[in-house]
């Protein structure tokens, strides 16, 4: 069974940083490409990055380009995101996804998410 | 980037009724389009890729179909289990954006 389970969410005051881990099980890990996904109270879906399997293509949303850093560990079997310099505007529950494609992708398979709240 | 723009927002409807919700790409997207289900407090499903390709396990009450730059995910015939958030989501190229959802509800 494919499971994706996310940590690493809190508070955190606006500028400070957090990051977040995905632990992946049930499928080959280094098979796949991983995002990121995140969802603020209450809004939309947006997806926030996504790394290819050896790491070596990583490609984000606009808004958080030069702030967040997408990253994994295949022997680990583990997805991270690095945020930096968070705003407000970050605070969103973060989900982990399995991409079924490539850099373009749809996902088949979601963890639970993770809450990410910025605030003073 | 290719904006996502789903109608209605909002959809109230009786069990058993076919509902309809579209969704338009503002460039052509060929078929790489698909649409997710979330129900309240729930982590998003995917329903249909490939614009109309089901994923396995989906009711064969949901299709989706279009092409290009119009879309649409139809509910033959609405049951109670249906209330959700919808969206449908672009994935030919990164950045990967969603619709802004449609939120369905039972009259």
Redo the contacts between chains.
Sequence with gaps: EVQLVESGGGLVQPGGSLRLSCAASGFTFSSYWMSWVRQAPGKGLEWVANIKQDGSEKYYVDSVKGRFTISRDNAKNSLYLQMNSLRAEDTAVYYCARDVWGSGSYWDYWGQGTLVTVSS | ?IQMTQSPSSLSASVGDRVTITCRASQGISN?L?W?Q?KPGK????LI?AASTL?SGVPSRFSGSGSGTDFTLTISSLQPEDVATY?C?K???????????TKLEIK
Excluded: H, I, T
Aim: charged share 10%.
């Design positions: 980037d790489y698909a997710y979330q982590v998003p499903k995917l890729y994923q969206y989501q994935y030919n190229s990164a950045p990967c954006s969603f619709g802004q959802g």
